[in-house]
């Protein structure tokens, strides 16, 4: 649909016939039109009033371009529906020495625990339209990879970057809670959310996750905790092949106790499968959208009237100075 944001500015329209209706002292030389001496005395009575008539067209048109380009027309596009309030979720993904460890299988393929997650978290925030996501890395200590942002594909690949070891070899959990705490004290009035990945136990950091737990309740923040790794593998040495569990250290009490704690719910994932499935139970815990409403997309216009506007300005200025070009031309012919 066509519209003028500021429809009254056509009032401005009848400004230049109001002060032509002006008297002046000087009005005959006003009404006048300025033209060279030579092309005067070449031109016709009837040749100087259709120039002056177009002249009085040019300045007309100019004036109602630029009138109507100062009303800001715009075309509105059809309703678009797009979340009313979505979530600020941040999720928070161990690259600790131990997810190095291939338990994993993607799409038939043996993989590590990191890129086990990577292919089905790169899903989940595919499907978070209207949440604001942010990622956090962590192993020595916790470092804020992406800030809270709607940009899902800019999410996805700074997750595909990340590396093993990136930020040390041992498991900051308690640092990875605070820094979420931290992120999120800066966004007021939202629904937040933290997700943890983690296959391992707190080994490093500078607070506790007992500590980084307390603020989290104190400041309303859901946690979900993921404990990511097989129950068994099996592993080749001279002695033969033998089960082992690679997931020992994991600490599920903790990790337990932190979800609950806050509201939230502890997960175990032992294959891609089953981490697929946990991430469609938090889409039903904590849903993309509350409400919807609806937007229609602005287009301006005004720079088409603005343009002819200036076109127009530089035409009423040029073309006198072209006539007395060619007055002169038409003088040096007659000589």
């Known amino acids: 649909m066509f519209e003028f944001a500021w429809i009254w500015a056509f009032a401005a329209l009848p400004l230049p016939f109001l002060f032509r209706l002006l008297p002046s002292r000087e009005q005959g030389q006003l009404t006048a039109l300025k033209v060279p001496m030579l092309m005067r005395g070449l031109e016709t009575q009837e040749e100087s009033k259709k120039r002056r008539s177009n002249m009085i067209w040019l300045a007309l048109l100019a004036w109602i371009s630029l009138v109507t380009a100062a009303a800001r027309p715009q075309w509105l596009g059809e309703p678009v529906s797009i979340p009313a309030e979505g979530r600020d979720l941040m999720v928070a993904v161990d690259l600790s020495g131990s997810m190095k460890i291939d338990d994993m299988e993607v799409n038939g393929r043996r993989v590590d625990r990191l890129v086990m997650i990577k292919s089905v978290l790169s899903q989940f925030i595919q499907r978070r339209v209207g949440d604001r996501i942010g990622l956090i890395l962590f192993a020595d200590t916790a470092y804020l990879q992406t800030p809270l942002t709607y940009d899902r594909e800019t999410v996805k690949q700074y997750l595909d970057e990340t590396v093993i070891g990136l930020v040390g070899e041992q498991t900051a959990i308690g640092d990875a809670i605070g820094l979420a705490v931290k992120r999120f004290d800066e966004k007021k009035e939202s629904n937040r959310v933290l997700i943890l990945l983690t296959d391992g136990q707190n080994t490093a950091g500078n607070i506790t996750p007992e500590q980084a737990n307390q603020l989290a309740i104190e400041k309303d923040i859901t946690v979900y905790t993921i404990g990511v790794g097989a129950d068994e593998m099996l592993v080749r040495s001279l ?62 216009l005004f720079y088409y009237p603005l343009a002819l506007a200036l076109l127009l300005s530089v035409c009423f200025f040029i073309a006198p100075l072209w006539q007395n070009f060619q007055g002169q031309r038409q003088s040096g012919e007659v000589a």
Request: aromatic letters at 6%; hydrophobic letters at 30%; proline letters at 5%.
């Open 239 to 300: 002695f033969g092949t033998r089960r082992v569990n690679p997931s020992q250290e994991l600490d599920e009490n903790m990790l337990t106790t932190l979800a609950e704690s806050t509201g939230g719910q502890y997960f175990r994932a032992r294959d891609a499968e089953s981490l697929q499935a946990i991430y469609a139970t938090l889409d039903e815990l904590e849903p993309i959208e509350r409400e919807s409403r609806q937007l229609r997309p602005l287009r301006a």
